[in-house]
């Protein structure tokens, strides 16, 4: 989350908007707060669940300075949003590796 996400107007706030990763290579997903203000990383369908990991979504706020991650062992595609700024979206889309 990039500094000024919370507001409205901002057009960038999850940076990249738009992540596509490989399971094997690069499937732990680090989100960092480097906005001022605290955030959250919510699925839009909350009962998200990687068999491995469990459910998917920041437990709470994730304070500026602060991380939220998650490993994706399974392929999944989903949009997920900050639930105080609801305006803040992003999407991942885990697929299979291809060697
Ligand atoms: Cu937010």
């Given at each position: 989350?990039?500094?000024?996400?919370?507001s409205p107007e901002q057009q960038d706030n999850f940076?990249?908007?738009l992540v596509n990763i490989q399971l094997g290579i690069d499937n732990h997903i680090i989100w960092t707060n480097k906005d001022s203000t605290p955030h959250t990383v919510t699925?839009?369908?909350?009962?998200?669940?990687?068999s491995y990991s469990g459910k998917f979504g920041?437990?709470?706020v994730v304070k500026p300075g602060e991380t939220y991650e998650f490993t994706f062992t399974e392929p999944i595609t989903f949009s997920y949003h900050c639930a105080p700024h609801?305006?803040?979206?992003?999407?991942?889309?885990?697929?299979e590796a291809r060697f």
């Open positions: 989350m990039i500094l000024g996400s919370s940076v990249p908007k699925p839009d369908d909350e009962s998200l669940e990687d920041s437990p709470g609801p305006w803040m979206t992003g999407k991942l889309e885990i697929t």
